[in-house]
């Protein structure tokens, strides 16, 4: 309730401060029965663990993760499932400096009035390590909604002004940017290595789907599957806008135009992203995210000390000049976890229901 | 729990279909003391209702809201409030034809699959009438705000193809659209007089302002205010795009550009939106959102019966051609829950929080 | 979360007041397909309703319940179900002489203190008047737990020093107090002709029952079936007390007598009253509920005013001399929403799950 | 939501097996700025931990928290506080027996058919060693608590046959039982020695008190505090009972005799036992809990294995006589988690209430 929980059902608690000494979370309300081990979770962990590449920030975290309860003889047995990953590579003297000072675009200046007191280090809860919890969580939700034949899958479609048509699914994993075009790699590692130079930061957008959902996920008004979608994208670390389907596109589009008609052998079209009134549509679940530009850089900004004098502030320490290259195993972390909720809420209400009418795609 | 309800600690729960005998609704966890009448209440109806200009949908409605408990001698006692509103001018048999038919990107096709039976009749449940419940409620959550200094308004800040800049608040009421631009009024009623001749719709994007917000209002990690107000404005129907601040402008800007620098007069610039860490900073709270075109237009299409025969569906009855013109208010009531339920939830918290550093603006 | 809703899957959040217009509820999570109609209700309601004979309040309210949303030509869809009963037969100016001093063993003091201002009129809110909306919501439950062939049943199990034994279901419903053992019924009428005499009021004990229940429902830790029961039973007006099997007779026993063996043709005893380890055995669910005695007498009784003056309060007013007599229907709506709620939540998590071995009785 | 976390603003979410490798807690909602260290925690777990005394479990469990995060530089940052205990005496051979049998009163059958796959060493989730995480998340609550002046202490009242009344606290920290009576402690080792000999188990009543609670906490209808104090006391293993103040003996109790009369000096008596219409009235918050004797005697008693034959069970392992000689604290931190979530949440809703009235003793 105190805003470290997701989901109503199935459920991911987490804590956890960048330079504390572990992360940890709790995933409760998983079915009974399926078959986990860390290396499902690692796999997803390791997409999202920083060191990787020269465009990543430069800290070196195993991001280890232990399963500490609900998972007896590699099936889980409906308990809830304890996860920790230990620090091990905070250096906690980079940012001694700014323990008196808010850092232009952080949390630092909410935080200190919110609460009176923080964990300096690193941004303590407000660092987007929080992450690596939510993609431990989320690969689990991940395992489960595979054996319902539901895939998750995300990719980067714009690093800065640099716009990325989808091409494979294949290409995503082949470099450090998530890039679906193999042919846009040399214009983003340019890119980057030209924003490192000017010791500055960029934005990104990342487009997260989900194929295989089945029809009539998502709750009727306030909990509509795209509005918890929207929820949880937006909780990320940095992103803000969220888009279903064509999003702000159908601002423009005229309804005879937007509207997906349906013919016996399917949707014709897909302008709204999988979801209708709230509901999935059974096609493919369609989101995209902005991210906006790291926060911590090297260009001085000005800012101000608690006690309201005006300060110059130089953010060091360890940063991703682009937070959103290492934003897509998160985004679908969230998808998934969103999805999951509502399958179980679906089930939840909805066991008697036998429908005769064909499903479409 | 079931999706109908908005909230933690101000809590909103509302029932009712476009057809059925009643609207309603049970705002919880409002403090007591708080001076309120229906008369505030219908205030915000009154701008949300049907048929008061020929821009939108001709049914009339007179949207007169009771209250029924939680209000003793003119002030809130602290216990909850129940809300109703009387349908007094369905009609029923308008929609008898398509009882078996799925109207194209309506929620037909999704309720019927997940529930098995619905109430065809206005879309029921799925009906944007819903949200005269959101505005009532949104009503007291606006007093209450006031009482604290914070004020909540919006605009229209597109209309399909056409943008419309922000020159007052006091032009935003003076016109059928929110629009905020006298200028613009005469070309917005151009352009919606030939979509009706056109017989289509069109989409139009919303921007809600909240002025006043106190720092430190939004929970981090997943409840943060921003990811609450996402989820509440994309709940509301036709919703496909949210941003906060500069949104999907944020992924081609560099953090030397978006940042929000402070000095001790205050912030410089607000690219945040008004959100820092997912928690207040005291400056405007700014989102947007994207409104679909409108669904219900008489151009046929194609689609699909129950039984999965091909059908033309032409959707009769009384509609919006643009959803957007008065989702305004809507969007408003939507912003106002969000923050006075993160008013509670802040002051549940952090009642014992004395920072000395100023606030800035 | 303001304390007016109960559940979390299948809710009911009610509103209002003793003297105000009506009570209402939302029932919200209700599977989609369920036959109910007013009359369902009515039929419990009635069972409640004051003044049906000498030993209850001479109120006379009809409690005509309006079904308003969620049913649909007869079925429910799955939509939220709103329930109005109007009150017909408040008079207010019974309660005028109390505005200013707070009744002894009621909630006038604390509502005061918590709130600074209170519907004085009957109790408002913290009158029993509010527990008509629970058996109506129980009634929806009831049903719908009917057809899983689960059934919740209950009686008094003693009246003041009365105590009294089970003999029969069918006695139950042949006297005003729900007593199982008809030969007990002449007793208990000159015992509470000598108490309104007395103009005193006096405890009861009530058993509740639910036959049929599957094994597995309740959640581990701290969402207990019976933990859940406890606080669906204890938020009942004036309850002191839960028991769930033997209760508080276990204190005093060994392990070798309470335990229940298992055979293969099922358990030999049921000291643990259907319940074990938090989880439904498949076994009768068994609970009783201690009544105090009605706090409104006539019987002077010392007091202050809101000034901290003293004063010597007589309520008047048409009130119950033992409030336990009508909270048969009551407590057996609690047990049936908090089964209802647990169903649905155990169908959430644990639809895969296939169990081989034979479950007991 | 899947049964592991309790409260709403002050939460604890719980995770971990007898036998697993470790047992956590994340305790959300703490309010910034508490001074707390884990020999705070440490204190109350060492009054909980096994292997004390001759009359409680000889497994010996170091029982050692670590605080991972949320506490930063002695102070709680208002951030999620992560805490662990790790296993380290755990024997799991000695379960491996009863691996496929359902020990008589245990939850072995429950789990069994609810999750259809158990950890079945020490009873996995549904072990008493789970509420060692309550008693660490307690006693933040305690700590919180009393610095708002509120004091929470619990003794034992009966076990097994023998009754005990109260005599001082200082007595209560003086002996192996908490018992109030230093009189009374060579019965209850003497009973217990013989005890051990019959190879038996026995029940407990625990009386859990709550002084300087301030008037006001709870909420109405639902959650009223009793209410979800029963919920709390309710979810402890074995518990079967649970009582408010005067509990079943005010069924035989009459009005005028039960009602708790006010006067300027303050309430001439405590039948409520602190609770009036489900809101603390500001008198001491009292309950009493009746455990069940422990399921785990080495007595034979029959049952069935998971194929349904019939077995003899003879629960060897390591295990308490009496599970109430260690639930003291236990009930403790549970009033303590139950006052603390409704301090918050009653200041989120009634922050700005001011009354003149006096507050009565």
């Not at 232009?104 to 909410?110: L, M, Q, S, V």
């Not at 998530?178 to 214009?187: L, R, S």
């Not at 008609?261 to 949707?267: A, H, V």
Request: proline share 6%.
């Amino acid at each position: 309730m105190s805003g470290n929980t997701f989901g109503k059902l199935f459920t991911v608690t987490t804590f956890g401060e960048s330079h504390g000494p572990a992360l940890g979370a709790i995933v409760d309300g998983c079915p009974p029965g399926l078959e986990i081990t860390e290396a499902d979770l690692q796999q997803d962990l390791d997409r999202r663990r920083p060191g990787t590449s020269r465009h990543t920030t430069q800290r070196r975290e195993e991001d280890r993760v232990q399963i500490l309860s609900g998972v007896f003889e590699g099936v889980t047995t409906g308990t809830p499932i304890g996860l920790l990953i230990e620090n091990t590579d905070q250096r906690s003297k980079d940012y001694s400096q700014i323990k008196d000072r808010f850092r232009p675009a952080h949390a630092d200046y909410t935080y200190h009035h919110k609460y009176g007191v923080r964990d300096y280090r690193g941004g303590g809860r407000s660092s987007a390590r929080e992450t690596a919890m939510r993609v431990a969580a989320g690969a689990i939700a991940k395992k489960y909604l595979a054996s319902q034949g539901i895939r998750v899958r995300g990719y980067m479609s714009q690093l800065g002004p640099i716009a990325i048509d989808f091409k494979s699914w294949e290409a995503v994993d082949d470099n450090a940017f998530f890039c679906p075009d193999p042919e846009k790699v040399p214009a983003l590692e340019a890119f980057m290595d030209q924003l490192r130079r000017d010791q500055d930061s960029v934005g990104a957008r990342i487009t997260v789907v989900a194929e295989g959902v089945p029809v009539g996920l998502g709750e009727p008004v306030f909990d509509r599957l795209d509005a918890e979608l929207a929820h949880g994208l937006m909780s990320i670390n940095a992103v803000k806008g969220v888009e279903i389907g064509d999003g702000f596109a159908a601002v423009s589009q005229r309804g005879s135009e937007h509207r997906d008609e349906l013919t016996p052998e399917g949707f014709v079209s897909n302008h709204a992203g999988g979801v209708l009134g709230g509901i999935s549509s059974g096609q493919p679940l369609i989101a995209h995210l902005a991210l906006k530009p790291t926060s911590s850089i090297t260009i001085p900004g000005r800012s101000i000390d608690i006690h309201g004098n005006p300060v110059e502030v130089v953010t060091k320490g360890r940063h991703d000049p682009c937070v959103g290259i290492r934003a897509t195993p998160i985004a679908e972390a969230m998808m998934a976890l969103t999805l999951m909720d509502h399958l179980l809420r679906h089930r939840a209400q909805n066991a008697d229901v036998q429908v005769s009418t064909p499903r479409l795609r």
